[in-house]
């Protein structure tokens, strides 16, 4: 059966990456796929480029005026009626022969929804990292099945992310998934800031089972003006990308229980909070509020912003009747053996590949540049880690 995969782009002002994301797209030999550019009323050259490809697989959408990146992801979804679907940021790529795949999946193991791990490419333009034209693709591969129940607690616990949920963002799901939580949602699917982590909070409630790939079938590109790159960094641009985030959002108020920290577990909680609130969210799994909020604290030392969010971390817990639990005196203790951690889990659990000396210098290019690889063994992969470290250093 050759199911339809319909793959949603939205987009403003980046007409510059999109190009390749929309290429990736196209090299793909499965022809049951349809694109839809959801084009948030870019004052940039976003049109012509998509008009340029000429291919009636390929769908322009443009708004009238400038929406919530929420409110555009709403109205991608209302133009996609069957099969399963997807959402591609404007600076990320689908690999060669990934749709075939997914399509041989879908087939073989019959679900409602599949994810996989995500490959990374860093933009040669991106400013927001030290190495650029940098490719990271996960060491392992296979498959497996998944109890949504079950991977939600992890996820909830911190011991997986949103990404090894069924979501929309590095996974397609079935447009009957989709449709069932608009019945139960006043015929809205999105209620949160985060559409991507939202659509992974409702969507693992109503769903018993879904595959989950460790083989990547996409990257997630982080280039000059992604989304969440810009939003982490400690520097005017981040003040400036949060400032701007929230001011176009406010049809999406943040949960009155949180104040805007944009780090995982909060983001998790406050979609589950919206979730809940709609009705569409049941907990099935104990919500231990207090360990959530001790870890959204451990986030905020890990990334270095614990004390411009102190304020905020001290309404939430005032809010919730939970227990601030940070001393300033460890913080910078605590800072180095989290991230110490963090990089060990990285680079040992990851190929890294520098494309500075290779021919790759976006999206596309990256997404051929890695189906070439031959797979390392892991020893051969750490001593290559290793290496790329020692020139980098």
């Known amino acids: 059966m050759n199911h339809k995969l319909n793959i949603i782009i939205p987009t403003k002002d980046r007409a510059e990456t999109l190009f390749w994301a929309i290429k990736s797209c196209l090299q793909n030999k499965y022809s049951h796929f349809s694109i839809i550019v959801s084009d948030n009323a870019s004052t940039d050259n976003t049109e012509e480029v998509v008009m340029s490809f000429q291919d ?13 990146m929420t409110a555009n992801w709403e109205f991608a979804l209302k133009h ?9 940021g404007d600076d990320d790529g689908f690999l060669p022969n990934s749709f075939y795949e997914i399509n041989e999946m879908l087939n073989s193991h019959p679900t409602k929804a599949i994810s996989w791990k995500q490959s990374f490419y860093r933009w040669p333009n991106n400013d ?9 693709v996960p060491f392992k591969v296979g498959f497996e099945i998944r109890k949504s129940q079950i991977a939600l607690k992890k996820v909830i616990d911190q ?5 090894d949920l069924p979501w ?16 139960k949602s006043n015929g809205v699917f ?57 001011k176009e959002s406010t049809d999406f108020p943040w949960h009155p229980k949180l104040e805007f920290v944009h780090v995982y577990p909060f983001i998790i909680w406050e979609s589950i909070l919206q979730a809940m609130e709609v009705g569409i969210f049941t907990p099935k799994v104990k919500m231990d509020y207090q360990q959530l909020f001790d870890k959204g604290v451990q986030h905020c030392v890990q990334l270095g912003i614990i004390e411009t969010e102190r304020n905020k971390l001290e309404i939430i817990a005032s809010k919730n009747n939970l227990v601030f639990k940070n001393r300033k005196y460890f913080n910078k203790i605590w800072w180095l053996i989290l991230n110490l951690k963090h990089y060990i889990h990285i680079w040992s659990n990851n190929a890294f590949y520098l494309c500075i000396n290779t021919d790759v210098t976006n999206v596309l290019e990256a997404s051929v ?10 020893f051969g992969m750490i ?3 290793l290496s790329l470290l020692l020139k980098l250093v």
């Open 56 to 68: 009636p697989r390929i769908t322009y959408l443009k708004t009238p005026y400038r929406l919530s």
């Open 80 to 88: 996609v009626n069957e099969g399963y679907v997807t959402v591609l």
């Open 128 to 136: 927001f990292v030290r190495i650029k034209n940098l490719l990271q």
């Open 159 to 163: 011991h997986m992310f949103p990404g």
């Open 168 to 183: 929309l963002y590095g996974g397609f799901v079935s447009m009957d998934c989709i449709q069932e939580v608009k019945d």
């Open 190 to 246: 999105f209620h949160s800031k985060i559409p991507d982590i939202y659509s992974a909070m409702v969507l693992s409630s109503i769903i018993d089972d879904y595959l989950f790939s460790y083989t990547p079938y996409s990257i997630a590109g982080h280039s000059a003006k992604s989304n969440g790159a810009a939003q982490i960094q400690k520097n005017a641009n981040e003040i400036l990308s949060n400032d701007i985030f929230l």
């Open 369 to 378: 540049f890695q189906s070439s690889l031959v797979r390392p063994s892991w």
């Open 383 to 385: 001593i290559n880690n």
